[in-house]
């Protein structure tokens, strides 16, 4: 999903550096056509950017976790005049996290570094985000992703089945009722996952299932609007379903939208009054105190469901890079009794409203 307050972060360097940020950038408009797998690649024009995989592992002994990876990709403003390489014109920022129930809350690690190769950047025509020795890349048809960090590390293979699967109207995808807050918006969800996960010094053999998300925009938090809640599942039937609502101040729906793809069907736009989050249980954080509700009701498309967590304690504080603390965990979907899919739940602004430019 959006996360847009990756611009708190420049904000604060505004207000450290007393430089003003300006930068034209190319608005998201209806009707443009995504191609592959040049869109697979960064797009260094528009403000923001990510490539974001979540997934569940098991490990040789049946050991279930969850883990992701993201790099972030934010036009600056600053320096666009400046002819030095050294100028902060992009800036790479990643987060990777582990979610394992031994442990009882996430690992996770940070990094956060201006665009210049060969230490960091994002390419154009095809997916390649590195941060050092962090990285995420498309070779022959499959993604890789490299992590390592002093307490856990991963070394991933992800093939998809099949082509991108396309949110909103063809990849256009509203964040609320006025059009111009939308990005551009695909997600491959069923990713077959092979490789290895590290946590301390112990490695195991992994095999699992993840799903990617990449967004591009130029817009920022629409006016009034607290945060979001976000799902990326799975289906057991080989289907995938993503669904959003971004909340105001109050915790009510500004808007909701979604995709819908039940076993090897075709996947559908859902609209606004299709998307209903209730919230069931609230989990509160030992370190921050923000209170995120952990098990949700969900009905979509006429369908009652509901989430459950891995693990209560996925919160992940990330103001040593994005500036924010957030909510982001494994969770499992349930229809009645019956477990129907898993993949990954994301809620934003549970701690303070971000303090964001305007528009």
Same mark, same amino acid.
């Given at each position: ?236 039937? !080989? ?7 971004? %909340?105001?101040? &109050? @915790? $009510?729906?500004?808007?909701?939208? #979604?995709? /819908? ?61 994005? !500036? ?7 969770? %499992?979907?349930? &229809? @009645? $009794?019956?477990?129907?899919?898993? #993949?990954? /739940? ?14």
């Amino acid at each position: 999903m959006i996360v847009r307050w990756l611009l708190a972060f420049l904000v604060e360097i505004q207000f450290a550096t007393g430089i003003a940020l300006a930068a034209d950038y190319p608005p998201v408009v209806p009707g443009h056509t995504l191609e592959f797998p040049a869109d697979t690649g960064a797009h260094p024009d528009y403000r923001t950017e990510w490539w974001y995989v979540t997934g569940w592992l098991t490990d040789e002994a049946g050991v279930e976790r969850g883990f992701q990876v993201t790099f972030f990709r934010v036009r600056t403003g600053i320096g666009e005049d400046n002819p030095s390489r050294f100028a902060p014109r992009q800036l790479i920022l990643a987060h990777a996290a582990v979610a394992d129930p031994a442990v009882g809350r996430l690992i996770h690690a940070e990094r956060a570094e201006r665009a210049l190769a060969p230490l960091a950047g994002a390419s154009t025509g095809r997916t390649h985000a590195w941060l050092g020795d962090w990285s995420l890349e498309l070779v022959d048809g499959h993604y890789r992703a490299r992590v390592a960090d002093e307490r856990f590390g991963f070394d991933l293979r992800f093939d998809p089945p099949g082509p991108p699967m396309l949110n909103g109207r063809a990849g256009f995808s509203r964040k609320a009722p006025d059009p111009k807050h939308a990005s551009y918006y695909y997600s491959r969800p069923q990713l077959a996952v092979s490789g290895t996960l590290r946590i301390d010094r112990t490695t195991h053999q992994v095999r699992g299932h993840a799903w990617l998300d990449h967004e591009w925009s130029s817009e920022l938090l629409p006016e009034g609007a607290q945060g979001w809640d976000w799902i990326g599942i799975n289906l057991h039937d !080989g289907g995938a379903l993503m669904a959003f609502r971004m %909340r105001d101040g &109050e @915790g $009510d729906a500004m808007w909701a939208a #979604g995709t /819908l793809r039940e076993g090897r069907g075709e996947a559908r736009t859902l609209a606004p009054d299709e998307v209903r989050f209730i919230p069931v249980r609230r989990w509160r954080s030992p370190r921050t105190g923000a209170e995120y509700p952990v098990e949700w009701a969900l009905e979509v498309a006429g369908r009652r469901m509901r989430l459950e967590p891995l693990m209560d304690d996925q919160e992940l504080d990330s103001r040593g890079s994005t !500036g924010a603390v957030y909510w982001e965990g494994a969770v %499992r979907l349930l &229809e @009645g $009794d019956r477990e129907i899919g898993r #993949g990954y /739940l994301e809620m934003t602004g549970y701690t303070e409203r971000l303090r964001l430019p305007s528009p």
